[in-house]
């Protein structure tokens, strides 16, 4: 078995897919509309990390609902990742990154057995970005 999706709520999908695509490199991988017409039917927009030997997909899920926009507004609040994206060279992916406009919460430490920083999405998420020494 392997994890195939991760879920990311946001609050506009045409804009979150725009700074994925253009400030995170991801590649826009699907965008279906599925379900019933009417408010019923969601849209399932994914993205694939750019060099991603695994395959995860981002779904960049539009919050639905006040439970769930609070939960992703304590989780910002409290400075709790969403997730982590995994580099062969941080110092490289840092760059890339800060050269396309995206905000460095915390540059990269070095924790015994792997190398991370903080990012943030611009969508209303921290993410760390991690490189193993293993």
């Known amino acids: 078995m392997e994890i195939r999706f991760i879920k990311v709520y946001v609050k506009n999908q045409d804009e979150a897919l725009a700074i994925y695509t253009s400030k995170l490199g ?5 965008d279906l509309a599925m379900g019933t ?12 990390p750019a060099g991603s030997t695994n395959k995860v997909q981002i ?3 539009k919050i639905g609902n ?9 989780q910002y609040a ?14 490289r992916d840092l760059a890339t990154l800060k050269t396309n406009g995206v905000t460095v919460v915390d540059e ?14 611009g969508c209303g998420h ?9």
């Open 66 to 74: 006040d439970i769930t926009r609070q939960f992703v507004e304590a």
């Open 37 to 48: 017409s009417g408010p019923g039917r969601i849209r399932f927009l994914t993205v694939e």
């Open 59 to 61: 779904i960049l899920e």
């Open 126 to 134: 921290y993410v760390y970005l991690v490189q193993s020494k293993m």
């Open 108 to 121: 990269p430490s070095d924790i015994g057995p792997a190398i991370f920083a903080t990012i943030d999405d």
């Open 78 to 91: 409290d400075g709790d990742p969403a997730y982590s994206i995994n580099t062969d060279d941080i110092v």
């Open 26 to 30: 991801c590649t826009k991988k699907a």
